[in-house]
Structure formats: structure tokens, C-alpha cells
């Protein structure tokens, strides 16, 4: 590899990448099984190697070996002096791996509040109605100082969103029950699919992306995927939010010699798959202005039908592998992918894609200029890092090896929404038990009232009946007596 481009294969000359137009993204596209995982694998070995950081989804485990020197097999060497590949050796990957469940790799997490309204409406499927609510819960957190960390953040604050639907109903509109119960039950089904890991603290510091070795290399960071791939709601946003991160992180960079970094998307049908308009208009735009960041994103995809053609148009440099034409959508496919390159008149580029062998590809990227280079069937080079998966305890030594390592893998619950809201909660109960107690005590004060003043007049009375017939009797004993008496028959009246 020269110190300006990338050793893609060789077709009747060499085909190289080259590292100033890398950040003009690509397309790496194939069916099962034509070497699209090689392909991303030695694109990402001579990026870690001019110094770029590289992030991949590794779907199927078998893109995890690149963190291993590879093995001297004969298909291997064979290949590397078919195509002149004179200097061709085995080295590993400086790798760093990271899991969203945290049980292959580095746990990667963000907070509901990082995440926002639109892209988590995306993860759970609501309707525009409880989008909208969604929207005033994040409204309401905003104003009120919640932070919003995890989904249990979320649910307290929609559950005291439900019960102030009354106040808030003339300042954000009419918030129904219903509609809160419909999110809560879909933040459920979020939570089974693994989003209690994904969503909390600490959050990952997307410049850990982009971290160098001391002798210069980039770190290829490698998602374990084969799992977070059975909720594609859930891998499809996470690949989304990590872009829009990327944008709002880095700042402008405009050409640089090479990109600050590079992503390759594997099953990138997911991205697109159902997309709401909104959020379609938002992949694309991102798509077309993180290019001036530096960044270079590539998608690994089965079919160029599977990408929009407003982000086809963004993809610049080209590994096209073989793909089938059985179907009226494959031949269609077919047809696409041709008609994207610049053709060769030395080959009918419709006829060739469905002729390509294992490890070949059509190959056109853009020149020093960002001119589309002609077409070339290319034979792909071989890596220089193992083929296949890795074991389990070689995997966890390079976790253990890594410069994040103790970084992440201990959760945080600092004071958040849900916190603050059973405070408040607590709070209004306290309240309620106070103005309860105080009726309470207001109503036996006038009982006690009613019988203080019953018992004074009976006081009196008996005072002023003992005083009068003392006086009749006209002697103390007299007086002692008709007390005793009149004691008695009132005793008896308050009796009856």
C-alpha cells in the first residue's frame, strides 16, 4: 500500500482506493456468499493502516479474525502471487470490540435524551399521535429539568405526563390516556429487545471511535452484531444515531488526505427499511454532510435496490460482487448495478455481474480528481488478518487488552427523571395524607367543641338549681344535698 491509496485487487492494473477520495463513501454489494465480508475486511485493513479509525458491524461473527494475524494458507498465497501481490504478509488488526449487550465487547450505551423524540419514534413504531406525545414528554423534561437517561426515566415522566393530561392540555394540546398507555407498552417490547442495556450511563464518548495506536495505526472497532441483528428496529436506529453523533461531534474538515474515519454499514437494507419520510430525509442529509466531517461511510448491502437512490448517488467508490438474476427483481437489480459505473468497452458490465467468481468484483472508484475510474473485473486481494471468527478466550484477551477496557463495563444511576418524579410522587402523597389528617383533626376539634359546650351548660345549670334550693334550704348541708339531687336528674336527662 502507498501512503495515498488503498490495494483493493487487480484487474489488468492495480486497483487502489485512494484515501483522499475515501470520504466520498461507497457501496460494497453482492450476493451471500461472493466475498463481500473479505472485501470489507481488507478495505478496513488499509484504513487502520494509513492511520484512519474504522468502525463495522460484524453481522455473522466472521469479521471478528481481523484482530488476529492471518494463517498461511495455499488459496491465500496462491491468490496473493496471481495477482503480483509480491509483498503480501500476515498481520493483525489493532481491534476493539463492542456489543450493545455488553457480552462480546464493550457495552455501548446513550440516553433517551441523546437519542430524541424522532429517532426513538423510529425504534418503537408510533404513530404520528404518539409521536406528537412523545415529542411534549421531551418538551415537558426539557423545561422542567429531567434529565432523561434511561427507559425507566421514560416511563415515570409519561406516567406523570398522563396525570397532568388536564393541566397541560391548553398550553400542548389534548394528551389521551390511551395514546400513554400505547408508548408504555411499546417501551415494554423495547425493553425485551435489549433496550434497558442500550439506553443509560455511562454514555459512550464517541471519540472512543476514534482512538490511534502509539506507532500510528487506527483502531478498527468491531459491533458484535449476530445478536442486536434480531431486533432490526433496534440495530437499523443505533447505526443512525451513531452518524448523527458523528455529525454533531466532529468539526468540519472539508478534503483532508484522508478521511478522520470510516463506518461500513453491513445489512444496510435495515437503515431504509419502513422509514418514515422524516426520518428517511434525515439519513440522507446526513449521508451528504458528513462527508465535509471527514467521514466516509460505506454500505454493505446484498442488493443496490436496498439503497434510496438520492444516497446511491453519494456513493462514489464502487466493489461490485456477483449477484443472481433468477427473479424479475434480481434481473432488475442486475440492470441498476450496471448502469451506476462508468462503462468499460472492453466488457458489458449487465453480463459480467452475473458472472463474477468468489473473490471477484467489479471495482470503479474515483480518481485523485473525484472522476469515476472505468469499470475493471478485479480479482480482490487476500487479507492480511485471519479468515473466520475468533474463540471465545481470544476474544475476551482483547477486551481485557483494550484501551477502553473498565471504561463502560460498570453501569451508572446518577439522579434523573425517574428520581425526581417519585420525589414528587412522595411528595403530593405526603401532601394529601397532611390535608386528610387535617380534616380530620378539624372535625374532631368541633366535636370536642360541642362537648365542651355541652358540659359547661350542664355546669350552670346545676349551679344555678343547687344555688336556688340551697337558698330554700337555707343551710350548707341543705345545699350539698339539692346539689347531689339536681347532679342526678340532669345526669339521667344527659343520659336519655
Given at each position: ?16 482506493l ?7 463513501h ?8 461472493t ?67 455488553g ?15 424522532l ?30 437517561l434511561?427507559l425507566?426515566d ?14 397541560l392540555?391548553?398550553?400542548y ?8 398507555g ?9 425493553e ?7 439506553f ?18 487506527g483502531?478498527?472497532?468491531v ?41 461500513f ?6 437503515l ?26 460505506y ?25 443472481r ?15 451506476t ?22 471495482v ?23 479468515l473466520?471468527t475468533i ?22 444511576d ?11 410522587v ?5 401532601a ?7 380534616k ?12 365542651a ?17 340551697g ?25 336519655r
Open positions: 500500500m502507498s501512503d495515498t491509496s488503498i490495494f483493493i485487487g487487480k484487474s489488468t492494473k492495480r486497483e487502489e485512494f484515501l483522499g477520495m475515501a470520504n466520498r461507497g457501496l460494497v454489494t453482492g450476493a451471500t456468499g466475498g463481500k465480508t473479505v472485501t470489507l475486511q481488507i478495505m478496513a485493513e488499509g484504513f487502520t493502516n494509513a492511520g484512519v479509525p474504522v468502525f463495522a458491524a460484524d453481522v455473522k461473527g466472521d469479521l471478528s479474525g481481523i484482530c488476529m494475524e492471518g494463517e498461511p494458507k495455499d488459496f491465500l498465497i496462491e491468490r496473493a502471487k496471481t495477482i503480483g501481490f509480491d509483498d503480501y504478509g500476515f498481520e493483525a488488526t489493532p481491534t476493539i470490540f463492542w456489543d450493545v449487550f457480552e462480546q465487547g464493550h457495552p455501548i450505551r446513550t440516553t433517551i435524551t441523546e437519542m430524541g423524540p429517532m426513538l419514534s423510529r425504534l418503537m413504531g408510533l404513530s404520528d399521535a404518539q409521536e406528537g406525545a412523545l415529542n411534549i414528554a421531551f418538551k415537558i423534561a426539557d423545561q422542567e429539568g429531567l434529565a432523561l434511561d425507566k421514560l416511563r415515570a415522566l409519561l406516567m406523570d405526563l398522563g396525570e397532568r393530561g388536564r393541566e392540555m391548553t398550553e394540546g389534548n394528551v389521551t390516556a390511551p395514546t400513554i400505547a408508548i408504555q407498552r411499546r417501551l415494554v417490547v423495547l425485551e429487545q435489549g433496550g434497558d442495556k442500550f443509560g450511563e455511562p454514555a459512550l464518548d464517541i471519540k472512543d471511535f476514534m482512538r490511534t495506536t502509539v506507532n500510528g495505526k483502531y478498527m472497532n459491533l458484535a452484531a449476530d445478536k442486536l441483528i434480531n431486533s432490526p428496529q433496534l440495530y437499523a436506529t443505533f447505526l443512525l444515531w451513531m452518524m448523527s453523533e458523528l455529525f454533531e461531534t466532529m468539526p468540519e474538515a472539508g478534503d483532508p488526505e484522508k478521511p478522520k474515519m470510516v463506518f454499514f453491513d445489512e444496510a437494507h435495515l431504509f427499511d419502513e422509514a418514515p419520510p422524516g426520518l428517511l430525509q434525515k439519513i440522507e442529509q446526513t449521508v451528504k454532510l458528513i462527508r465535509s466531517k471527514g467521514v466516509g461511510i454500505f454493505v448491502t446484498q442488493n443496490p435496490l436496498d439503497i434510496p437512490e438520492s444516497v446511491l448517488a453519494q456513493m462514489g467508490n464502487r466493489v461490485q460482487h456477483a449477484l438474476a433468477y427473479t424479475p427483481r434480481e434481473q432488475k437489480a442486475v440492470q441498476t448495478a450496471a448502469s459505473f462508468r462503462p468499460n468497452p472492453a466488457f458489458k458490465t449487465e453480463e459480467v455481474i452475473t458472472q463474477l467468481g468468489k473473490g471477484e468484483a467489479l470503479s472508484v474515483l480518481d485523485p480528481k473525484g472522476v469515476p475510474t472505468m469499470v475493471e473485473r478485479t480479482m480482490v486481494r487476500p487479507p492480511s488478518s485471519r473466520g474463540t471465545p478466550e481470544e476474544r475476551q484477551k482483547i477486551v481485557r487488552n483494550s484501551p477502553v477496557y473498565g471504561s463502560y463495563e460498570q453501569t451508572e446518577r439522579e434523573s427523571a425517574y428520581e425526581l418524579l417519585q420525589k414528587k412522595a411528595a403530593r402523597e405526603a394529601k395524607q397532611e390535608a386528610i389528617a387535617q380530620e383533626a378539624e372535625k374532631q376539634a368541633k366535636i370536642d367543641a360541642k362537648e359546650a355541652k358540659e359547661t351548660m350542664t355546669d350552670r345549670i346545676m349551679k344555678n338549681v343547687a344555688s336556688s334550693v337558698r330554700q334550704l337555707g343551710s350548707s348541708v341543705g345545699r350539698s344535698i339539692s346539689s347531689a339531687i339536681v347532679r342526678g336528674i340532669l345526669g339521667g336527662f344527659t343520659r
